[in-house]
């Protein structure tokens, strides 16, 4: 998709498909094509017209904003990605968009249209044997009143445009099957991304690194866990380093705990955290982002080969500490353990993690939000905030200093789970506490929102990429 800024008006652009954004009680100035059908501009009403050639758009396609005094980024971002898909059913190839601003600076306008177009048409090709010709929007044209906005519309237009794209290809990995999307396949991915922006890549090898509780996981498996770890800097040498973590099981079976085989599918997407983590890092070096970001990102099989972890084993860490093993289906924080570590060893000063973590975090907050723990308030509060920018729900969930009585083990340090799995969301961050020690940290566990079912606004159904644009939104401040 080709994005461009015209200060021309509508009447006089041509393209293949108009869409027109106006809020209630707006004047309609295309209101002469509405003859028989009824628009009212209400939040998420669609209404396409052809223009029978009384105008050099070939059909308008009207996007009901809602109230005025309600507008929002995110639902400017949403309703554009419905229209996109509107768009795409009628093999528009050449789309132009004119919106009124109402509220919102044109900048954040601009980016918000720019980013609902790009993950609103997002599609995962898959394996087909034979495939249809692919129905792809080739040119946007947003049209802004007067020469003076189109810098700014322009700057927007291509935040949003590189926020969609690495998100969308973050969607892409989660969407694919762990048959092809090895602990291998992403350490190579990662490589070629890194090459691809000029970014500073290690492959380590966790054995070799004593990374013991890592191993521990991915012994079970016949392929080679992988940490990958990217640089940018950014920043200044006296800046602080800012490591980001993201969970990057290929498959989770659940281990000698075996999950039950319904929906056991699902657990491909359990690398969501990596592919988020590494496209954010893309997205990062595109936007020359000036601070010092470190990647860990931990990449194994949760598998019940017969070289497998056992429920009631005690394994070691990269830090020393010993983990009583209750459930193998509690994988992704003892991968996490060891990154924290790393993380830490090599001077982060600030750690942010994403995993699809917990079961119970889908409970509380369903497929709607995702859970935010941490141990600083000024960080989670930065989170926050950069999560109602990007439109990615968070939710603030409890690490209390009472749920480490849950993981007290009689013969290690710490257990890796509850039996009664009793507040697993919090106690999956209470353990990932216990590795974090005092460096600040925010954790978000993205079980429920990672992989989704329906296609709604900006998601389209399968991989979402969350929380890929909080992670600039909060970075680019
Ligand atoms: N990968 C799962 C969590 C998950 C559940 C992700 C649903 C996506 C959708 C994780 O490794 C897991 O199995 N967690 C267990 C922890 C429990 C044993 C304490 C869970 O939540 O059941
Ligand atoms: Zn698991
Ligand atoms: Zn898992």
Redesign the pocket.
Known sequence: MNIKVSNLKAEKISCDFLIYGIYEGDKNRFESFIRHDKFEAKKGETLVVHTQGKLLASKICFLGLGKKEDSSIDRVRNSLANASRQALKYKAETVSVEISQANILLEDLSQAVAEGLILGSYKFLGYHKETDPEEKIENVIFLVEGKDKMKAALSGLKVGEILAKCENKARDLVNAPSNKITPEYMADYAKKMAKENKLKIEILDPKKEKMEALWAIAKGSIMEPKVVVLWHKGGAAKDPLIALIGKG?TF?S?GI?I?PSMKMW??K??MAGAAAVIEAMRAISALKIKKNIVAVIPICENMPDAGALKPGDVVGSLDGTTIEII?T????RIILADAITYAKNIGADKIFDCA?????C?TALGDIASGLLGNDQEFIDEIIEAAERSGQKMWHLPLYEEYEDYLKSNIADIKN??DK?MA?AST?GTFLKKFVKDTPWVHIDI??T?YLPKTKGVIVEGGTGVPMRTILEWLRK
């Open positions: 099981i989770d659940g705990s999950k699902e657990m997407t359990d459930s289906d509690a994988e992704g699809t973590l917990t079961g119970g889908v789970c509850m799995g697993s999956g079980a429920g990672a």
